[in-house]
């Protein structure tokens, strides 16, 4: 069976990952999730874009060998998307030596075939959006029409493709498939692009040493960073190797990218190098609108870039939301506030409210008091002859309809707000029941029968954001006691918890911000986030939730060996240690976690130069809450005794396997 195939833009090395590049793969991520949810197979690709001259002058730049660059920062971007809990399945370089055989035999092949000739380019360059311009569309100034950079002059001998021959034939292809192109702004963009008639494209670059030489003419140089990174959809399905097979991902049912790379790139020259190609084309492009920061285009200049990780983590430390919980919050943000057709503005404030509103106050607090509730009044667990109202099954059902209808129509916001309708449904059936009332006058039977609804809003919806925030959702079950969260066809059961079904112990998931977030850094806006005013509880409702973190036991106390257990110590072996930058005691160190690798910052650069720990075997608490030290995600915690406040190094008597067990 064909997988659903996903992709994002492969993004350029050159900066780091930032709210932009992680809204387009958080979309993706949720899109690959809910597809799944639903059964399907998929194929989820993301990646970095490296062959490009600006990544290449930004490492001569910072005086590293472009090669060394390019690794580091491909790394930095899948350490980023995993600790957002992104789930691709392929991250894919272009200077990978399988993409570069792919562009030199589509190079060769569209060559062949007249689709590719020779001439002389003479016109403007923009390195920042690497895009030609045609000496027509530019001004006096001579700055880029697309983001106003100054242009560079070129005057050389390359290679074109042949794009005006396809005009019609894309024209025609977006006319006949109104999906093609998402959403309709989009579509109409691209039709105006193509109204004013499309020139062939440079596709070759002299004189340039980073990129993909141009095949059997070394003279011309390499392949234009554009012509090479669009390829990488077709590399990540095997197309040259895998013979037919790769028709087992290939066409993309679902491209996504920003509404900058949209008309002009994946909208023409994209399909019309797989029309020249003889390929199907993708089913469906979809540009999102731009996050804007107070009203302005983020920029490095203008201070405004957010880098994900740090607004969650921000979010956890002004909270006490565990990391997870924190990031998987920072998902919901994006995707509840994510641009569609237009801009949106990204904002700290932003993100508190709908942290303290939509999470706390209405998905925590509906678990929350639901839980404690039949904690108190039933034992935890599910009275005899509990069921949803008819009503409330025949509502959530709807709500669980239009939210997948949403999601597939990429539509994140509109599938939240739906999805939240279940929870004001159960606050305003709760307001009416006053189910605390029923049971303290004794009627537990009608009691359990409200609460029940609570239980089955929960269930239903640690379903439904599960493609949002899968680390949330997995909680949600744990506390319900469900193995694991349920399939999204049976979102809503009526009858889903069994007599007798025992639940967990109630655990605030989202407690409530109380303190303004500590700035989040580097990154940050100069901008302070604001102080978000706590919504006070519902008035009247006792069982409101208290969200906040029991305080810890005193140091005293004796622990059990099951809370023991719950410690997970390995034996790491230490692969790579080096200096955590504008830090004298921090070192990043890299550990074979037996067949895992793992990252994690400890804080012994004053005991301990990287040298002298490579090859040296540690025990490390591997279960600890991710965190970000100084930009990096330490997953984990080495052990050491403590001499005076300085570390000295623990070690197993001989050397074991990487990963043993400590207990
Ligand atoms: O264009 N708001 O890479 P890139 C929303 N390598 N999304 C944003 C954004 C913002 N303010 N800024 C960036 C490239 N993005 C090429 C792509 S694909 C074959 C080659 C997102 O690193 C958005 O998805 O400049 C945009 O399309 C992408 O980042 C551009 O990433």
């Known amino acids: 069976m064909k997988r659903y195939y996903i992709t994002t833009p492969i993004y350029y090395v050159n900066s780091v990952p930032h709210i932009g590049t992680a809204l387009t793969t958080l979309v993706a991520d949720a899109c690959a999730r809910f597809q799944k949810r639903r059964g399907r197979a998929v194929y989820f690709l993301t990646g970095t874009d490296e062959n490009a001259p600006k990544v290449h002058r930004v490492a001569q730049e910072r005086g590293i060998p472009t090669q060394q660059f390019v690794d580091e920062m491909a790394e930095v971007f899948e350490r980023t998307w995993r600790a957002l809990h992104i789930e691709y399945d392929v991250f894919i370089r272009t200077t990978e030596e399988r993409h570069k055989r792919v562009v030199t035999e589509v190079f060769r092949r569209l060559r062949e075939q007249g689709d590719i000739y020779k001439g002389i380019y003479q016109g403007w360059y923009c390195i920042s959006c690497e895009t030609f311009f045609a000496p027509s569309k530019i001004g006096e100034a001579k700055t880029c029409p697309d983001c106003s950079k100054p242009l560079e002059w070129r005057d050389e001998q390359c290679y074109y493709f042949r794009l005006s021959a396809y005009e019609s034939r894309l024209r025609e292809h977006i006319l006949a498939n109104p999906h093609f192109i998402e959403p309709e702004v989009r579509r109409n963009e691209t039709l105006g692009f193509l109204a004013e008639g499309l020139q062939d494209v440079a596709v070759s670059r002299s004189g340039a040493e980073w990129g993909v030489p141009v095949p059997d003419d070394p003279e011309a140089g390499v392949v234009y960073v554009w012509f090479d990174a669009l390829l990488n959809y077709l590399t990540a399905t095997g197309w040259l190797e895998r013979g037919e097979a790769y028709l087992d991902t290939w066409p993309p049912d679902l491209q996504l990218m920003g509404k900058d790379i949209l008309p002009r790139f994946h909208a023409t020259i994209w399909p019309a190098m797989l029309m020249a190609l003889n390929l199907p084309l993708p ?43 924190a990031i998987d919050a920072f998902r919901y943000y994006v995707l509840r506030e994510m641009p569609t057709d237009s801009d949106a503005e990204f904002s700290l404030e932003g993100v508190e409210t709908r942290y303290n509103g939509d999470l706390a106050n209405d998905l925590g607090n509906m678990l929350h008091r639901t839980l404690s509730m039949m904690h108190r009044y039933f034992d935890g667990r599910v009275p005899a002859g509990a069921r949803l109202d008819a009503g409330l099954a025949d509502l959530f059902a709807q709500q669980v309809a239009r939210t997948t209808e949403a999601y597939e129509a990429v539509d994140f916001p509109r599938g939240l707000r ?48 599960e493609p949002v925030m899968p680390q949330v959702a997995r909680e949600i079950a744990r506390q319900l006691n469900l193995s694991e969260v349920p399939r999204w066809d049976e979102a809503v059961v009526a009858d889903a918890f069994p007599a007798g079904h025992p639940l967990q112990e109630p655990v605030p998931i989202f407690p409530r911000l109380q303190a303004k977030p500590s700035a989040a850094t580097p990154a940050t806006p100069a901008a302070q986030p604001a102080a978000t005013a706590t919504p006070a509880s519902p008035a009247g409702q006792p069982e409101a939730t208290t969200t906040t973190e029991p305080k810890p036991t005193a140091m005293q106390d004796l622990i059990t060996i099951e809370e023991f257990k719950r410690l997970q110590i390995r034996i790491a072996t230490i692969k790579a240690a080096e200096r955590v930058p504008k830090s004298t005691k921090l070192l990043k160190l890299t550990l074979d976690v037996g067949g895992e690798e793992r990252v994690i910052v400890a804080g012994i650069a004053e005991e301990y130069t990287p040298e002298q720990l490579i090859g040296k075997q540690i025990p490390v608490l591997v279960n600890l809450q991710p965190a970000l030290i100084r930009g990096v995600v330490s997953e984990g915690m080495m052990l050491a005794a403590d001499v005076d406040g300085k570390a000295v190094l623990l070690h197993p008597d001989r050397e074991v396997p990487s990963g043993s067990i400590v207990r």
Do not use: F
């Open 418 to 465: 739906e999805a939240w309708q279940i929870i004001s449904a159960v606050n305003r059936y709760y307001d009416e029941q006053a189910p605390w009332t029923l049971a303290r006058q004794g009627n537990t039977e009608r009691a359990g029968q409200v609460l029940y609804a609570g239980l089955i809003a929960a269930r239903t919806l640690s379903v439904l954001v």
């Open 283 to 325: 089913e469906r492009l979809y540009g999102h609108g731009w996050w804007i920061v107070n009203k302005q285009k983020m920029s490095k200049s203008l201070g405004n870039v957010y880098a994900p990780l740090e607004v969650a983590q921000a979010l956890a430390d002004a909270s006490g939301c565990a990391l997870p919980y």
